[in-house]
């Protein structure tokens, strides 16, 4: 089922729920994870408590990212200040990835230098705790990103479902050890710290184009031509441009209309298009340009 787009007081409400939810569940989880760290001597666990680490760090960017987004266009930033989440998810990438490479080196020295495992049960329990608690988060995450679109959220989702699968792989790991296979577990740390690497890519990837003001994708171009053309009085369209600004698309155009019109009968053609654009997107940022033309409607 698809959902709703949120109003613009709806967004900021649930930008701040899915932000507190996220630095909230990551701050418990290291709890737990420190403590299942010193009792068991995992390095796969440590690798869970690093990552859980950065996601404390990277939900707090997120925090201050979307409120300072969240903030009214202003003389300096007239088309307001959403391209803050995007660099939020940059950060997070930056995050993210130094994590990784930090686990890897960890991992490689536990390779060479093995050490026995304690408390396996302990780990055990805290990493389907992790689980559990990954889980409701990602389902709020997963509601507000159907309802805003947030560059920011997604990214930070993007990193917990990943979270899922280190997590199980943790646990088969700590398995395999209490049945003799300790050196297991630095095996599963370094393909952990692999899966996590490759999240940052994705994660840098699209903040990165999206900063670089990307066209919207070719689905929303074609509607919003379609939307245009759907009025009698519009002869073509050409130049569109567009790219997104945390929750706020920008579109820019210019509608051909019949050379004869006058003033207030042009201005009225332009009004009803945007208004029926607005209705598609409704904290676009919508500007349209009237060329004339001569050539009879077909």
């Known amino acids: ?13 649930l930008l701040r729920l899915a932000t507190y939810a996220s630095v909230v569940t990551a701050t418990v ?9 010193l009792l068991t001597g995992s390095v796969s666990v440590m690798a869970s408590l690093i990552d859980s680490l950065m996601d404390v760090a990277a939900s707090l960017i997120n925090l201050f990212a979307v409120r300072y987004s969240l903030m009214p ?16 998810g940059l950060a997070q990438a930056m995050f993210i990835a130094g994590s990784a490479l930090f686990l890897m080196l960890h991992a490689v020295d536990r390779l060479l230098n093995p050490q026995p495992l304690h408390a396996i049960g302990v780990g055990i329990g ?7 608690a990954t889980m409701i988060l990602l389902a709020i995450q997963r509601y507000v990103i159907a309802r805003t679109g947030s560059t920011a959220v997604r990214a930070d989702s993007l990193h917990y479902m990943t ?46 184009h999206l900063l670089m003001d990307r066209e919207l994708p070719d689905s929303d171009r074609e509607r919003i031509r379609q939307i245009a053309l759907a009025h009698p009085e519009v002869r073509g369209l050409h130049d569109l441009r567009s790219y997104r600004s945390g929750q706020r698309e920008i579109v820019q155009f210019h509608m051909e209309l019949d ?28 500007v349209i340009r009237q060329d004339p033309v001569n050539h009879a409607a077909p």
Request: proline share 3%.
């Open 1 to 13: 089922m698809t959902l709703a787009a949120a109003t613009p007081h709806q967004y900021a409400r």
């Open 29 to 37: 989880l290291i709890v737990g994870k420190l403590t299942a760290v």
């Open 73 to 88: 266009a202003d003389e300096e930033h007239r088309f307001g200040h959403g391209k803050a989440e995007s660099l939020a």
């Open 126 to 132: 805290v990493m389907i705790f992790a689980i559990a």
């Open 163 to 208: 979270d899922l699968l280190t997590n199980a792989s943790i646990i088969v790991a700590l398995a395999l050890s209490m049945t003799g296979w300790p050196g297991l577990d630095p095996i599963f740390a370094l393909g952990i710290a692999f899966y996590i690497l490759h999240s940052a890519w994705t994660i840098g990837h699209e903040a990165f």
């Open 259 to 286: 050379g004869s019109l006058s003033l207030r009968e042009a201005h009225g053609i332009t009004e009803a298009v945007l208004g029926d654009i607005q209705k598609a997107y409704p904290v676009a940022d919508i």
